[in-house]
């Protein structure tokens, strides 16, 4: 069993019901046609989403954001997997150990041919577990616009895992 695929997008319907946010704002339109959670630049007050891996496999996950050319902030995204077997403290000692010490999402588009549009863009976050899965998307630099997420991607047969972003113990 290759564990199937899950995409979640409300780039453009503005709607989903599988992903969960600490964002005060929610889902926003920032154009016509257009939404995301916007995770703006706050001191230490990561936004969270809550996605939840169906599959009895462990998925690569990934965020698609919006990109562009030093107009969306880079931020430091940590995934922190469901706990064992309802162990609620495990998910807390994974927090304050940092076991994982976060990916930095990199907005920049690369594509040169696409440098003057505003376009989303997948970038690899780590592998979800099955159960809830809680990513924490913290911001690391003001920019003229907030950090737009605009989807989630569960995907074994995508080739997520290359579009690997720093580490940033690197």
């Known amino acids: 069993d290759d564990g199937g695929d899950r995409c ?11 992903v969960h946010s600490n ?25 969270t989403l809550e996605i939840n891996n169906p599959f009895d496999v462990t998925m690569p996950l990934g965020l698609t954001a919006m990109s562009h050319v030093k ?9 922190t997997p469901p706990p064992n077997n309802g162990d609620t403290n495990n998910v807390m000692r994974q927090n304050e ?22 376009v989303t863009q ?25 950090l737009r997420i605009t989807g989630v991607v569960m995907c074994r047969q995508c ?5 690997v972003p720093s580490s940033i113990d690197q």
């Not at 979640?8 to 599988?18: A, K, L, T």
């Not at 704002?25 to 046609?33: L, Q, R, T």
């Not at 997948?122 to 907030?146: C, D, M, Q, V, W």
């Open 23 to 47: 964002n005060e704002g929610g889902i926003v339109s920032f154009a016509p046609s257009k939404f995301a959670i916007e995770v703006a630049t706050r001191d230490d007050h990561p936004t």
């Open 122 to 146: 997948s970038h690899f976050i780590g592998y979800a577990k099955p159960g809830r899965n809680i990513i924490s998307i913290l911001p690391i630099e003001k920019t003229k616009e907030p």
């Open 159 to 163: 080739g997520l895992e290359e579009m």
């Open 71 to 79: 107009v969306y902030p880079k931020a430091v995204v940590t995934l």
């Open 8 to 18: 979640i997008s409300w780039f453009g319907s503005g709607e989903s019901s599988q």
């Open 97 to 118: 150990n940092n076991q994982n010490s976060g990916m930095l999402l990199d907005p920049f588009n690369r594509n040169k041919g696409l440098r003057r549009n505003h």
